[in-house]
């Protein structure tokens, strides 16, 4: 990752390979540079609109001019975006060091976002924006050269600690992030149920505040996890039930929060088998588990005052002799019995165990992240997660995270009177509901029975944001790494 620091001086005396200034902000320059760098964006017509740039090669320097378009409506998203846009452009024309000239109580001032947390949003969309998935890929060294070693942001001195502090922030949060989009972006001949537990383990070994059990085909048999193995028997890789707890040796009120993330390693759909073009992708099915492996990986370096708690029921669906039929009844974890009627919609059966089972540590809150359901993309698209609840604060709360880190969230609701469509003739309960519509909300409504009782309840439905289908500012093609910086936002105002 590039190395990210703050500089007092003024910005002209920077040697950057790269300046960075923004248009409402010229007067950062120095009065000659000033006045030729107006003549060039007037003589190329510049715009001042949101993520617009102008890269000026003076007889010094290179300065690249970036438009921000009117900040009262600028969110931490576009912010992030245009700071991702500028990481591309850097690396385009291969500056290996930026300077950055950042006006911070203007901007602080007209958009709203506090000083920090304008930082940290610049480091995620600089860090987010530079990022690539190559391991695999012969890449030519010319291109291997571009990259971005050195940003160095010019601030006011009255602003330095804030200013480190969103540095420091900042980098956290994208470098889980990053950890997450690597695991989805990993094909899931790699991703395995075994592969993800024993990055679970790597990460409790290197960290004294956080440990981790792994249940296997066995040791679930015996507690009767019994969806996650009905799920698991169609494909050759054993399934893995993950545990990861954080625990600080002094809470401040001994609180729990439980996080469950859907671990399907590959989604094939079993016997309801996908088409081709729907399985494509369907290795980022593990996106909600990455997403907490991601979170884990920093938090003892944030170290919140709560308990936390990470599970991931991890399997691979599958067809075979050996797979799970519609018609066959599986028996949860809390007892429930659940019709399958169709194997495709196994990301909440195995939530059912992973939900019932959060009971074990007497949460105060579970949030789950899951690509549950292909209704929730038509409904809110590719960009937005839709957030299912039971609790006004909770989803307050989520929504206060969701602002503030740039991560989209929509509430849907949990329509009490399309329970019964998921009534079954042979069960408690059965894994779809018959009609066409409502798909994201009846998922939503099959997970909510295994829920301890009384306990508030968060889902989190990101078949959308976690996989991009084209690349963006932001992200690359593929994993997005959603639910990291949402969570750990959401994490930062309640603990
Ligand atoms: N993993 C899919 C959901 C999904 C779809 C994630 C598209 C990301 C992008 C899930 O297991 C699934 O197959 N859901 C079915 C449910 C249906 C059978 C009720 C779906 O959405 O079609
Ligand atoms: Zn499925
Ligand atoms: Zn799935």
Redesign the pocket.
């Known amino acids: 990752m590039m190395n990210i620091t703050l500089s007092v001086q003024p910005f002209y005396l920077s040697h950057a390979d790269l300046s960075v200034v923004f248009y409402c902000d010229l007067n950062s320059l120095e009065t000659k540079t000033r006045i030729s760098v107006k003549n060039i964006i007037a003589s190329e017509q510049f715009e001042d609109k949101q993520g617009k740039i102008l890269l000026i090669r003076t007889d010094k320097k290179r300065i690249l001019v970036v438009g921000l378009g009117k900040l009262e409506e600028l969110t931490m998203h576009d912010w992030q975006t245009v700071l991702a846009h500028v990481a591309r452009k850097a690396k385009e024309v291969n500056a290996k060091t930026l300077t950055v000239a950042l006006p911070i109580e203007e901007f602080a001032k007209k958009t709203s976002m506090i000083p920090e947390k304008l930082i940290q949003g610049a480091v995620e969309g600089l860090t987010l924006g530079a990022y690539e998935f190559i391991k695999h890929k012969h890449v030519d060294e010319q291109k291997k050269e571009k990259r971005i070693e050195e940003v160095t942001f010019c601030v006011d001195v009255k602003f330095e600690k804030e200013v480190q502090k969103g540095i420091d922030v900042g980098q956290r949060t994208s470098k889980a992030t990053l950890f997450a989009r690597d695991l989805v972006n990993e094909p899931s001949s790699v991703t395995t149920p075994t592969f993800l537990s024993l990055i679970a383990q790597s990460l409790a070994k290197d960290n004294p505040d956080i440990s981790c059990e792994i249940l296997g085909k066995k040791e679930m048999e015996k507690l009767g996890i019994g969806g996650i193995l009905g799920i698991a028997r169609g494909s050759d890789e054993e399934p893995k039930f993950i545990t990861l707890k954080y625990q600080p040796r002094k809470t401040r009120n001994g609180k729990t929060i439980v996080l469950v993330g859907k671990g ?1 390693t590959f ?1 094939s ?1 079993g016997l309801s088998l996908k088409s081709d073009a729907n399985m494509e992708t ?1 290795k ?2 593990m996106a909600g588990a990455a997403a907490i492996l991601g979170i884990f990986s920093i938090i003892s370096e944030f170290k919140p005052n709560i308990n936390i708690i990470g599970l991931i029921p991890a399997v691979e669906n599958m067809p075979s002799g050996k797979a799970i039929k519609p018609g066959d009844i599986v028996t949860s974890y809390n007892g429930k019995t659940i019709e399958i009627i ?1 194997t ?4 909440r059966v195995i939530l059912a165990d992973a939900l019932s089972f959060a009971e074990t540590f007497h949460p105060d809150t579970i949030i789950d992240l899951a ?5 929730c ?1 038509v409904a809110l698209g590719e960009e937005v997660a839709g957030l299912f609840t039971t609790d006004r604060r909770l989803s307050e709360h989520l929504l206060i995270g969701s602002s503030l880190s740039g991560e989209k969230l929509w509430e849907l609701p949990l329509v009490k009177d399309y329970e019964e469509l998921l009534k079954s003739p042979v069960a408690d309960m059965k894994n ?1 509901s018959k009609k066409r519509y409502g ?1 994201a909300i009846t998922g939503a409504l099959f997970l909510k029975p295994f829920v301890p009782e009384g306990v508030p309840w968060a889902h989190i439905d990101i ?1 959308g944001p976690a ?1 991009q289908e084209k690349d963006s500012s932001l992200c690359p093609e593929g994993g997005t790494g959603f639910g990291v910086r949402l969570i750990l936002e959401y994490l930062s105002t309640v603990c």
């Open positions: 399907v989604d759909g369907m980022l099915d169709s495709d919609a196994e990301g690509t549950l359901t292909g209704a993309v779809v798909g078949a996989w």
